[in-house]
């Protein structure tokens, strides 16, 4: 196990937005006390735990807490607490959402339960939560308790409103927003929120920072449905499409159903029929998708909602930090070129 840590050690060289330089020291602590300084007595534990921190992504999560914190009068010790809890809650919902998926890889790297199993997955997932819950009782800050523990009921909520929607053609657009905020655009708005409430903002700015979290999440969320048609296995680091494999219906499938056309009516056959168990009329599906622009529309669909971030961006004085926050709604549409 030691050998597969090193190995991402040495691979896994971050390659951060430009802007993320502001708070380059920031994420390397960050980084450095999620690794290195959690308290974990069990050898297997602390190296799964590890194993899936260096197996991680940008952390967008947590450089919103840096950013929306410097933007609001500078970074304390209290919101580095604020990005780690943030940070530890975002990557144990992935490791249940990867058990729920049955799924073997994530960015690219062999997931927890692909690598030992889901007994071990959950375990693991419950002690990344109760280490989040560790955090937010040292901010000793009631009104972020109250908005992270309903972070948590999102998530819950979120993934079952998903699970209880598989295969059904007849979801709304109220429906898919909701799940998208449970599941992601929640954590986006607590972490955003939480760092103006901690640099003791107004009432007003610390509404319009919660405000740019959640519309970005949601911008973000639509992103990656679209991603799921468009990229390959290689960039997704994941099947091509496992959302609607599984039978859950996004933002690009929403927008190709509601299309005045009769291929609108081939998708919702196939996806009631739950394909046919066919792989070419899974196949079939995506190209239908593909061409009835279901994925040009979602993209324009997260422009509209970054352009909404963008627009409750007034809470931010320091033109610097304005310009380092709009370029956060840039990088994420950017991830569609």
Not at 181 to 193: D, E
Not at 222 to 248: M, P, R, Y
Request: proline share 1%; charged share 25%; net charge negative.
């Amino acid at each position: 196990m030691q050998q597969v840590i090193d190995k991402l050690n040495k691979d896994k060289k971050e390659q951060w937005p430009e802007f993320f330089d502001a708070i380059s020291k920031e994420l390397a602590e960050l980084k450095y006390n999620l690794t290195e300084k959690l308290p974990i007595k069990s050898k297997l534990l602390s190296e799964i735990v590890k194993y899936v921190f260096i197996a991680g992504g940008k952390r967008l999560r947590p450089a919103l807490c840096f950013l929306s914190a410097k933007a609001t009068g500078g970074v304390t010790d209290k919101h580095l607490v604020l990005a780690e809890l943030t940070e530890l809650i975002h990557t144990a919902s992935l490791v249940h959402d990867d058990i729920i998926d049955s799924a073997h890889l994530r960015r690219g790297e062999e997931t927890v339960n692909s690598l030992w199993n889901d007994k071990i997955s959950v375990i693991t997932g419950d002690f990344l939560f109760g280490q989040a819950s560790v955090k937010l009782g040292e901010l000793e800050n009631t009104e972020i308790v109250k908005i992270y523990a309903n972070v948590l009921s999102d998530l819950c909520d979120g993934e079952i409103e998903q699970y209880s929607s598989k295969f059904d053609t007849k979801i709304s657009w109220e429906k898919y927003l909701h799940k998208s905020t449970a599941k992601t655009a929640s954590l986006f708005a607590a972490a955003c929120k939480s760092a103006a409430i901690l640099n003791n903002q107004s009432l007003e700015d610390i509404k319009l920072a919660n405000n740019f979290g959640l519309y970005l999440g949601i911008a973000f969320q639509i992103v990656d449905d679209t991603l799921d048609f468009t990229s390959n296995s290689t960039e997704l680091g994941k099947a091509v499409a496992s959302d609607l494999k599984q039978g859950i219906i996004t933002a690009p499938t929403l927008f190709a159903l509601s299309a005045s056309d009769d291929r609108a009516k081939q998708i919702q056959v196939l996806i009631e029929s739950r394909f046919n168990e066919r792989e070419e009329d899974f196949k079939k599906a995506i190209n239908l998708v593909i061409e009835l622009e279901g994925c040009k529309k979602a993209a324009m669909m997260a422009k509209e909602y970054i352009e909404k971030a963008n627009a409750s961006l007034s809470f931010v004085k320091d033109r610097t930090f304005h310009t380092y926050l709009t370029s956060v709604g840039d990088y994420v549409l950017s991830r569609l070129n």
